[in-house]
């Protein structure tokens, strides 16, 4: 229990991201604004944001976390994971939601926004590492 209250405290924004993340695709219906509904892409840009910034933050908070890096945990924590929860999220809107769609392009544009934040992540320990 003492594990999971650290855990919980050292990587609390990244778990907020991720709950948020899961709320967004699954249960959340947004709105309909007719003055976005010319932006070309839009839902691919909003995937690609969300996890570019999820995974970001996943690195941000492992890098105050840690002295060490370890990059295996880092690919597995902060790009796989979240990767495969993508892939998770489009099942569970194809196969268990009558409102969402799963689609390819999404994961496409997840598993890019992860490739970003891996990126950013790797710049942010780069920049400390300079320090």
């Known amino acids: 229990m003492k ?34 509904e ?11 944001l969300m996890y570019g910034g999820t995974c970001s933050v996943i690195w941000w908070e492992y890098l105050h976390c840690h002295e060490q890096l370890n990059r295996w945990k880092l690919f597995v924590w902060a790009w796989l994971a979240p990767v495969l929860m993508s892939g998770c999220i489009e099942l569970v809107q ?23 934040g891996g990126i950013i992540g790797l710049l942010m320990a780069w920049n400390l590492k300079k320090r």
């Open 3 to 36: 594990k999971t209250f650290v855990f919980v405290r050292k990587y609390r924004f990244s778990l907020i991201c991720i709950a948020l993340v899961w709320y967004l695709c699954i249960w959340f219906m947004p709105p309909e604004v007719p003055e976005l």
């Open 38 to 48: 010319n932006v070309a892409f839009l839902d691919k840009w909003t995937h690609f």
């Open 94 to 116: 194809a196969y268990c939601t009558v409102n969402r769609a799963g689609e390819w392009l999404d994961f496409a544009a997840n598993t890019t926004g992860c490739t970003l």
